[in-house]
């Protein structure tokens, strides 16, 4: 499986100690080098991550790129180039207006509530409520508490 990220669900995983997951579910996960260069950047929050785990790629189409870039941040616009370029099957990213992108663009994404599910799913985790409550405890990361309950819900665990 090819696999694409952002930074925003690797930065989270790695926070809540569930990096590891994504060798687990996908053996490899393929970055751009601007998610490299915003991972690197935050070395407090991405102190000790696995870089085993992450491939490096440049996307070619840097026309592509620019023209993303003026509604979204650039390891956004590279990491759904790249995924386009390599046909990735799947892209991890959070982002509400990169998601959108992606969907126009005919690419399957889910963003780091659906790879805790998946998780979840292949037994990786055994609770998803447990889950959510240190994302929510140990990152910034904000959950709806409608959102919460579909999550529970589709885990199985409502």
């Given at each position: 499986m090819i696999v694409v990220s952002d930074t925003s669900p690797l930065t989270y995983l790695h926070q809540i100690q569930r990096f590891a997951l994504l060798q687990s579910l996908y053996g490899e996960v393929i970055?751009?080098?601007?998610?490299e260069r915003e991972l690197k950047a935050e070395t407090r929050l991405h102190e000790g991550l696995d870089w085993t785990l992450l491939r490096v790629v440049e996307p070619k189409r840097?026309?592509?790129?620019?023209?993303?870039?003026?509604?979204?941040?650039?390891?956004?616009?590279?990491?759904i180039v790249l995924a386009t370029e390599i046909n990735a099957d799947l892209l991890l990213i959070d982002?509400?207006?990169?998601?959108?992108?992606?969907r126009k663009l005919g690419l399957r994404f889910?963003?780091?509530?659906?790879?805790l599910l998946e998780a979840k799913e292949r037994r990786f985790v055994p609770s998803m409520s447990?889950?959510?409550d240190r994302l929510v405890k140990a990152t910034t990361f904000r959950i709806r508490p409608e959102v919460r309950q579909r999550v529970l819900r589709l885990a199985g665990e409502e």
């Open positions: 970055i751009p080098p601007a998610v840097s026309e592509m790129v620019t023209l993303l870039s003026e509604s979204l941040d650039l390891g956004e616009s590279e990491a982002e509400v207006d990169g998601r959108e992108a992606a889910t963003g780091l509530l659906g790879v447990a889950e959510l």
